[in-house]
């Protein structure tokens, strides 16, 4: 985000969506920026209530950090730190939602942070809500005044800091510092805001050291579990952060030091407060950044990509609310705090009739390869957090790093053992604010399984981004006519390609592009190379190639589908090579090659019953198969962004994804994004952000969405193209490969490419693309539907009738196997030019382990009838049983429930059988179709 998941993510996985997923360990790139935001005339601080004046001044100025981390993919992750007593929520999605569209960094790679020190200026972005400090209406005007400035600074430093991009290295440690305290005192009053010397404390100091190229330090960013809370007087300062980080600066120049607070909700730096209150800040501030120079010193570990990055909410339940008649009570309190609390949910219950429920609660996790996992959480979370998300999340090699105080700092966040003991942080301070009373008890476990299941999602993104399969073997370059690129190839060597000449052969009919060829110079050897629609690379010199697609598909086509701006799409790998790293693909259908109809990429699509100027060129995969019968699988191992109606927010602005309700999108390592479309079922466990396995199923097969009422799979790849524009990925040697790796088959038939012609014309029947592991095939015959037969691997065969044929190609290989497959014909009556007739789309399941007396489902649709006409389909089993009749619905009503007519045979005897299935059509034109079914 997605660029992954996306990956991912992802994921961008890439929410940048710049390159693939990977990331080599050492390809960071690091800006960093500071900005100035100490107010400018004197205003009221924030952090204590009891305050009574605006500011005297400062001891030194206050800052707003930016540090941009991207990884080897252009996955990147923004830090903010500030010297501010809290950010607001609205504050830092308005500074993501402007830094996502000026740069297209997702929202979920901003962190904010305030190091939460109480001699900084007041935060007042609602005054209405604001009933902790009570400010004047002057004073109140001036801290809005500055919250609205605030904005345009914290956007200007993160641009900055993109700015300053430079290469880096990152390293992570830890050190320790013990001034900070438990400030929860049990005594027989409760738990009073007292040190406590046996309480709960984290004293590890976390350091993320960033280093130049050079080895120079360019960035530090450190951490610690404590309140800012040493000074108590009326001068803007950074407290104990501030000047830990004006040390380190001064010892390294050239360095930008950024604090990030921790789960510090109940830890107090001590000593503290009194006269020597800025002389024992100062030397808090000394003893972190000792601390820090320790961990410098010490060694530490490299932190290496892939970055992936999530941020989701979670609902944080409030126990039962106060009825009105208690806060009418609490409203004659003696407190200030408590009459202007209930006085704030008397008027939300006036405003609402109810006061709210739960809280939306921010957890952001941002994973760096193995290394390093940095969870930031919202509000003032309590030490409890901390010491229980590194005990549960770390392991030998991954380091823990929980930051409290980020992105959105409204109250203070209880664990179960806090909010039960009571006190300020459990219970009181929710008197300070707007919300309606304490959190309910589920506080603690929706927190922490939240992060369980952000940090398992970015886990799960990194792991594929890791996977060996991550980096496309294909090198894909686009060209106009005669221009000439260099291109390095997958393994390391380089070679020319040259664009030459265009062939662009068009039908008479709907002067629909039938069959595109380039011809192309490879370090000066001459080839010739057709575009798509079943076709493989070919071999020329050390170089393999294809073509994907040519301009003609764009001009009367559709052009997104491909992101096509030049003539030729040309397609590279090094003679030898596999197509896709084996294993990294599995077929996505758990059927056989070619056992029902298919329409590959830059198929003219000859469907509907009119003949229309418009052409649509396929882009895809559509593979038939059995309705609900089928199942679907994921092809790789991949990151689920979207399925059915459900997206993961960082990809419902990435083009190819476009979520419906039977639709799958998956992100793999490649960064490629695989579409499943007209899916009948998506099973329970396909939800977005979750990750699945190469041959998981995802569902099954349906007639759903556009599929135009025919039971397919549309299997499409979408990648970054050299446009920079989306595109497809043509898929088809992909999937070739995949389904040999997987199936091992010794013979496949191949006849498939659909003709259109009319009554009178000849047509051509291709038998060449037939493969067998064996290396030759002895024999192409053709068994035409006139009754005649014809040898060869090319045929001619005229057409006098209209129809829809569907030829029988058997082929034999050397060793003597067998296999069928066969070629569709169109032929369009000429006294209708612009009607297509009618055709049908049989299927049958299993395809696989058909054992002799198993029943086998036969399911057959008709489509493009004439008006009102309805004529049985009648199936043919090859086998010598009676034919049998069946009725469809002729597709009347393209997703009607139960389109399809369905009978169950049983084969008595093994061998290969040709089942045919007609329909006789009124105007006598013929209809017919064929499936070669496997019995054992």
């Known amino acids: 985000m997605l660029r992954m998941l996306l990956l991912i993510l992802f994921i961008h996985f890439q929410p940048t969506f710049g390159a693939s997923l990977v990331a080599e360990s050492d390809e960071w790139s690091v800006g960093t920026a500071t900005a100035v935001i100490t107010p400018e005339q004197p205003m009221w601080l924030g952090g204590y209530g009891g305050r009574n004046r605006p500011s005297e001044g400062k001891v030194h100025d206050l800052h707003a950090k930016a540090i941009v981390l991207q990884d080897g993919n252009g996955k990147q992750l923004v830090i903010v730190t500030t010297d501010l007593v809290e950010i607001t929520r609205t504050l830092r999605d308005e500074v993501a939602k402007a830094i996502s569209d000026r740069h297209q960094i997702p929202d979920e790679a901003l962190m904010i942070n305030c190091s939460h020190t109480h001699s900084g200026p007041l935060i007042l972005f609602n005054r209405r809500e604001s009933i902790y400090y009570q400010v004047n209406d002057e004073q109140a005007a001036i801290a809005e005044a500055y919250y609205r400035d605030l904005k345009p600074k914290l956007i200007a430093v993160v641009e900055k800091s993109l700015q300053t991009m430079k290469p880096a290295r990152l390293s992570y440690t830890h050190a320790r510092a013990g001034f900070a305290m438990n400030r929860r005192l049990p005594t027989a009053e409760g738990f009073l805001n007292r040190p406590n010397p046996n309480g709960p404390v984290d004293h590890t100091v976390p350091v993320l050291k960033v280093e130049g190229g050079d080895g120079k330090l360019r960035a530090i960013l450190f951490g610690y579990a404590c309140h800012a809370t040493t000074l108590d007087f009326y001068k803007f300062c950074g407290d104990y952060p501030g000047f830990a980080q004006e040390y380190l600066e001064q010892q390294h120049p050239g360095t930008t030091a950024m604090f990030i607070n921790g789960c510090s909700g109940d830890q107090n730096p001590y000593p503290r407060h009194g006269e020597r209150a800025l002389e024992l800040c100062q030397q808090h501030g000394r003893t972190l950044a000792t601390a820090v120079e320790a961990a410098l010193l010490t060694q530490s570990n490299p932190v290496r990509g892939p970055l992936a990055v999530t941020m989701e909410d979670v609902s944080l339940e409030f126990a039962t609310p106060p009825t009105r008649d208690e806060l009418l009570q609490l409203a004659e309190s003696r407190s200030s705090y408590e009459r202007h609390h209930a006085g704030l949910l008397l008027e939300e219950l006036r405003r609402n009739g109810k006061l709210r429920d739960d809280y939306p609660y921010p957890v952001q996790v941002a994973q760096f390869g193995d290394d390093?996992?940095?969870?930031?959480?919202?509000?003032?979370?309590?030490?409890?957090?901390?010491?229980?998300?590194?005990?549960?999340?770390?392991?030998?090699?991954?380091?823990?790093?929980?930051?409290?105080?980020?992105?959105?700092?409204?109250?203070?966040?209880?664990?179960?053992?806090?909010?039960?003991?009571?006190?300020?942080?459990?219970?009181r301070a929710i008197s300070t604010g707007p919300l309606p009373g304490p959190f309910a008890p589920s506080v603690e476990k929706r927190i922490v399984d939240k992060t369980h299941q952000?940090?398992?999602?970015?886990?799960?993104?990194?792991?594929?981004?890791?996977?060996?399969?991550?980096?496309?073997?294909?090198?894909?370059?686009?060209?106009?006519?005669?221009?000439?690129?260099?291109?390095?190839?997958?393994?390391?060597?380089?070679?020319?390609?040259?664009?030459?000449?265009?062939?662009?052969?068009?039908?008479?009919?709907?002067?629909?592009?039938?069959?595109?060829?380039?011809?192309?110079?490879?370090?000066?050897?001459?080839?010739?190379?057709?575009?798509?629609?079943?076709?493989?690379?070919?071999?020329?010199?050390?170089?393999?190639?294809?073509?994907?697609?040519?301009?003609?598909?764009?001009?009367?086509?559709?052009?997104?589908?491909?992101?096509?701006?030049?003539?030729?799409?040309?397609?590279?790998?090094?003679?030898?090579?596999?197509?896709?790293?084996p294993g990294s693909l599995v077929y996505p259908v758990r059927q056989r090659w070619f056992a029902s109809f298919t329409a590959f990429d830059n198929l003219p699509v000859d469907a509907g019953k009119k003949i229309l100027p418009k052409i649509y060129y396929h882009s895809g995969m559509d593979i038939g198969a059995s309705e609900y019968l089928t199942e679907v699988v994921a092809a790789a191992d991949a990151l689920v962004v979207a399925a059915g109606?459900?997206?993961?927010?960082?990809?419902?602005?990435?083009?190819?994804?476009?979520?419906?309700?039977?639709?799958?999108?998956?992100?793999?390592?490649?960064?490629?994004?695989?579409?499943?479309?007209?899916?009948?079922?998506?099973?329970?466990?396909?939800?977005?952000?979750?990750?699945?396995?190469?041959?998981?199923?995802?569902?099954?097969?349906?007639?759903e969405g556009t599929s135009g009422g025919w039971t397919h799979l549309h299997f499409e790849i979408k990648s970054k193209q050299p446009s920079g524009k989306w595109g497809a990925q043509a898929a088809y040697a992909f999937l070739w490969q995949a389904y040999r790796e997987q199936y091992n088959p010794t013979l496949v038939a191949h006849?498939?490419?659909?003709?259109?012609?009319?009554?009178?014309?000849?047509?051509?029947?291709?038998?060449?693309?037939?493969?067998?592991?064996?290396?030759?095939?002895?024999?192409?015959?053709?068994?035409?539907?006139?009754?005649?037969?014809?040898?060869?691997?090319?045929?001619?065969?005229?057409?006098?009738?209209?129809?829809?044929?569907?030829?029988?190609?058997?082929?034999?290989?050397?060793?003597?196997?067998?296999?069928?497959?066969?070629?569709?014909?169109k032929v369009i009556d000429p006294k209708s030019p612009d009607q297509y007739g009618p055709r049908l789309h049989p299927t049958y399941w299993p395809t696989f382990g058909i054992k002799t007396g198993d029943p086998v489902t036969f399911k057959v649709r008709s489509f493009q009838l004439?008006?009102?006409?309805?004529?049985?389909?009648?199936?043919?089993?090859?086998?010598?049983?009676?034919?049998?009749k069946v009725q469809s619905d002729g597709n009347r009503v393209a997703l009607a429930k139960g389109g399809y007519a369905v009978t169950e045979h049983h084969f008595a005897n093994p061998g290969h059988y040709i089942v045919t299935v007609r329909r006789a059509s009124k105007d006598g034109n013929t209809n017919v179709a064929h499936l070669h079914v496997r019995v054992e």
Not at 403 to 410: I, K
Not at 462 to 482: F, I, T, Y
Not at 801 to 810: A, D, F, I, Q, T
Not at 866 to 884: A, K, M, N, S
Request: aromatic share 8%; charged share 25%.
């Open 372 to 427: 390093l996992t940095l969870v930031a959480l919202a509000g003032e979370t309590v030490v409890d957090y901390s010491l229980r998300l590194k005990q549960e999340l770390a392991s030998h090699t991954n380091a823990v790093w929980v930051a409290g105080y980020s992105n959105d700092v409204f109250n203070y966040v209880p664990s179960l053992r806090v909010l039960q003991e009571g006190g300020y942080e459990g219970v």
């Open 454 to 581: 952000l940090v398992a999602r970015a886990r799960k993104k990194v792991k594929l981004a890791q996977a060996d399969d991550s980096k496309p073997l294909v090198r894909v370059v686009d060209l106009d006519l005669n221009e000439k690129q260099l291109v390095t190839l997958a393994d390391g060597t380089k070679t020319t390609v040259q664009l030459v000449g265009l062939k662009e052969i068009r039908d008479p009919i709907r002067q629909a592009i039938r069959r595109a060829e380039v011809s192309l110079l490879i370090d000066g050897a001459p080839i010739s190379v057709q575009t798509g629609m079943y076709n493989l690379p070919q071999t020329v010199g050390n170089v393999q190639v294809d073509c994907a697609v040519t301009q003609g598909y764009n001009t009367n086509g559709t052009p997104e589908f491909w992101g096509l701006d030049k003539v030729a799409r040309i397609r590279l790998w090094p003679a030898g090579s596999p197509w896709v790293k």
């Open 645 to 703: 109606d459900e997206v993961m927010h960082e990809y419902k602005e990435v083009p190819p994804v476009k979520q419906r309700y039977d639709r799958v999108y998956l992100l793999d390592a490649r960064g490629w994004i695989y579409r499943h479309s007209h899916l009948a079922t998506i099973d329970e466990a396909i939800k977005p952000g979750r990750f699945v396995k190469a041959g998981q199923r995802l569902g099954t097969v349906g007639k």
């Open 751 to 825: 006849a498939r490419q659909t003709q259109l012609i009319r009554a009178g014309e000849q047509a051509t029947l291709d038998a060449t693309r037939s493969w067998s592991a064996a290396g030759k095939i002895a024999s192409h015959e053709w068994q035409l539907d006139d009754g005649t037969t014809k040898s060869g691997a090319i045929v001619q065969q005229t057409y006098t009738k209209p129809g829809s044929y569907h030829e029988v190609l058997k082929v034999t290989d050397a060793a003597g196997n067998v296999d069928y497959d066969f070629q569709r014909i």
């Open 866 to 884: 004439p008006e009102g006409e309805i004529v049985p389909e009648e199936w043919d089993f090859g086998d010598g049983t009676p034919r049998v």
